[in-house]
């Protein structure tokens, strides 16, 4: 193969290698896409799940303020009915009775009062917070969907460059010699996707190792494939 053949391959080559690892960069992007996706939703649900929890905690404080209104109207009920009752006592130990069964009921209407009104401060401090963190809740919502959006449309965007890079490497595949690309898919399973080297002042670029002098010297004839005696890769003489 000639010199200015061998020196066109090389760059063949190296632009396939530069398509390739370009490309590779972005599979693993979009591979990674519905890991992140899935990762936002999850942020989202667990964000739910604790507004839910604290929703089912101001729920449990409204209906015990609804039970001790309850608890109140029945005591009231039964003072009621203790004050009818009182109407017909004929004898003062049945009133005395009546009268200490009333004051039974009405310290425990006055103590379900207070509590009732521990439980309204707390009602509406609970309101406020949940009121608070329903606002939060939507706007972290808002800010995971736009997340959400921004991937998918940045996928979309790698996507068709991917597309691109494919047609490239298929296209510039086509252009190196079966022999050559036979040797650099050798190379490749070997040391990986890097499988071209620049050599600069006689040391390798991929292993950082220097080369022999007589090495250095044949490799700037072009009049083959050359590989690294350390990392084993195809190396080429970048020219200044």
Same mark, same amino acid.
């Given at each position: 193969m000639e010199t200015n053949d061998i020196r066109e391959q090389i760059k063949k080559m190296v632009e396939l290698q530069a398509v390739e690892n370009e490309a590779q960069q972005l599979r693993s992007v979009l591979d990674s896409v519905e890991?992140?996706? *899935?990762? =936002?939703?999850? *942020?989202?649900?667990?964000?739910?799940?604790?507004?839910?929890?604290?929703s089912e905690q101001t729920e449990s404080l409204k209906k015990a303020y609804r039970d001790l209104e309850s608890d109140t109207q029945a005591n009231l009920s039964n003072i009621a009915k203790c004050n009818e009752k009182l109407r017909a006592v004929?004898?003062?130990?049945? &009133?005395q009775s009546m009268l200490k069964e009333i004051d039974e009921f009405t310290k425990k209407n006055?103590?379900? *009062?207070?509590?009732?009104?521990? &439980? =309204? !401060?707390?009602?509406?401090?609970?309101?406020? !917070? =949940?009121?608070?963190?329903?606002?939060?809740?939507?706007?972290? *919502?808002r800010e995971i969907e736009e997340k959400k959006r921004d991937i998918s449309e940045d996928a979309s965007v790698k996507e068709s460059r991917y597309t691109e890079l494919t047609d490239s490497m !298929?296209?510039?595949?086509? !252009?190196?010699?079966?022999?050559?690309?036979?040797?650099?898919?050798?190379?490749?399973?070997?040391?990986g996707i890097t499988a071209l080297s620049p050599v600069i002042d006689a040391v390798c670029q991929g292993c950082h190792m220097n080369i022999p002098p007589q090495l250095f010297n044949e490799l700037q004839r072009f009049d083959k494939l050359f590989f690294c005696p350390n990392c084993h890769r195809i190396i080429y003489w970048k020219e200044d």
């Open positions: 890991v992140r996706l *899935e990762a =936002l939703d999850q *942020e989202l649900k667990a964000s739910q799940l604790t507004f839910d929890k604290d004929k004898t003062n130990k049945e &009133y006055s103590t379900t *009062e207070d509590l009732m009104l521990e &439980y =309204l !401060e707390k009602l509406d401090t609970a309101d406020l !917070e =949940l009121k608070e963190k329903k606002q939060d809740l939507a706007a972290f *919502e !298929e296209t510039i595949n086509s !252009e190196i010699h079966a022999d050559l690309r036979k040797q650099l898919d050798y190379v490749k399973e070997i040391v």
